[in-house]
C-alpha cells in the first residue's frame, strides 16, 4: 500500500527541496562534506582538462561526486546514532566506523582513478 500524501510533480518538488536542506544541513554541520565539495570544485575544471573523452570525464568528476554522496550516507548514519544517545555502545560505534571505512574506500576509489587518467 502506497503512502498517502502528494504525487507528480508536486511529490517531486518537495523532494527536491528535501534533498537541498539535506546539502544545507550537510554544508554547515559537516566539516569533511565541505572539504570534499571544495575538492570537487577545485578539481573538476581540472578532470575537463585533463580528460580526452566523455569517459575520463565521466570517470574523473564521477569519482568525486562519488565521495560526496559516501560522506552524505555516512553523516547521515552519524546523525541517527548520535540521536538514539549519547552513550558509547559497540555497535553504534561499528556503524559509524563502517560508515568512515565507506568514505575511505570513496576517496581511495578516486585517487586510483585519478593516478590511472593522470599517468596512462
Known amino acids: 500500500m502506497a503512502k498517502p500524501g502528494k504525487t507528480g510533480i508536486a511529490r517531486i518538488i518537495d523532494a527536491t527541496g ?55 550516507l555516512n553523516s547521515a548514519v552519524e546523525a541517527v546514532v548520535d540521536r538514539i544517545g549519547p552513550e558509547h555502545h559497540k555497535l553504534a560505534g561499528r556503524a559509524k566506523d563502517i560508515g568512515s571505512a565507506a568514505v575511505l574506500v570513496a576517496l581511495l576509489n578516486a585517487a586510483v582513478i585519478w593516478l590511472f587518467i593522470l599517468f596512462k
Open 18 to 72: 528535501y534533498s537541498w536542506r539535506g546539502v544545507r544541513a550537510a554544508f554547515k554541520h559537516e566539516a569533511a562534506f565541505r572539504q570534499e565539495l571544495l575538492l570537487l570544485v577545485i578539481l573538476a575544471p581540472v578532470a575537463l582538462w585533463l580528460g580526452n573523452s566523455g569517459v575520463e570525464y565521466a570517470l574523473l568528476i564521477g569519482s568525486l561526486l562519488l565521495v560526496l554522496m559516501v560522506e552524505l
